[in-house]
Each structure stands twice: as C-alpha cells, then as structure tokens.
C-alpha cells in the first residue's frame, strides 16, 4: 500500500525556515519522481518542486525558484523540501505526491496532477508576523 506522510509544518515569521519532510512506504522510492504541491485557501493546489529519480534533476516553481530546495534520500525514502526565505503567500498545505514516472522531460508537465498516483495528507505552513 503506497504511503506518503508529510512533515515539518508550522508557523514561522516571515524570512525564516522550514524543512518539510516526506516519508515513503509501501514502496521504493528509487523508481519514482517525487513533487511537492501546496494549496493555500480559496486557491487551486499548484506544484512546488518535483525531483527525479534517475539523475536527481529538479524543477520549481518560479515564485519559490532561489529559496526552496528539493532533496530526496532514497536509503530513507524520504524527500525533502528546505524553505528558505519563507514570505507570507508561501502559506499553505503542503503535500507530496509520488509521480507515475521516473522523471518528467520538461517542466511543463510535473504540475499536472493526472500524472500522480500517490498523496500524502499534507502539512501546514503557516507564514505571519
């Protein structure tokens, strides 16, 4: 049974850091793209950040491109998400998704939700003064 459980959220003033992180189980992590999508309220829920998992290639979003960075380790199975220079629209749930692939050619296409299988329940993050 695939399993994805996300962690790391909370509250956090504006500037500051956190580290989400996303366990896998009933899995190998090793043959999967992995992406972090987020939904703030009243919004549609957009793609983050996806890693592959041949050569480790990475892709963002522009509004988080230079802060946030996406990692994985498959001895884990875990991938993680570092937040950096967090600003107060960054606030949302944030999920991970397991890919039905191994890598996307193109950036393109990791924002779309029909090429995931697999969803963990999110984590908050919250960014206010």
């Known amino acids: 049974q695939v399993q994805l459980v996300e962690s790391g959220g909370g509250l956090v003033q504006p500037g500051g850091s956190l580290r989400l992180s996303c366990a896998a189980s009933g899995f190998t992590l090793d043959y999967y793209a992995i992406a972090w999508f987020r939904q703030a309220p009243g919004k549609e829920r957009e793609g983050v950040s996806c890693?592959?998992?041949?050569?480790?290639?990475?892709y963002y979003a522009d509004s988080v491109k230079g802060r946030f960075t996406i990692s994985r380790d498959n001895a884990k199975n875990t991938v993680y998400l570092q937040m950096n220079s967090l600003k107060p629209e960054d606030t949302a749930m944030y999920f991970c998704?397991?890919?039905?692939?191994?890598?996307?050619?193109?950036?393109?296409?990791?924002?779309?939700?029909?090429?995931?299988?697999?969803w963990g329940q999110g984590t908050q993050v919250a960014v206010s003064s």
């Open positions: 998704a397991r890919a039905t692939r191994a890598y996307f050619v193109d950036q393109v296409y990791y924002t779309r939700e029909s090429f995931y299988d697999g």
């Open positions: 890693i592959s998992n041949n050569d480790g290639s990475t």
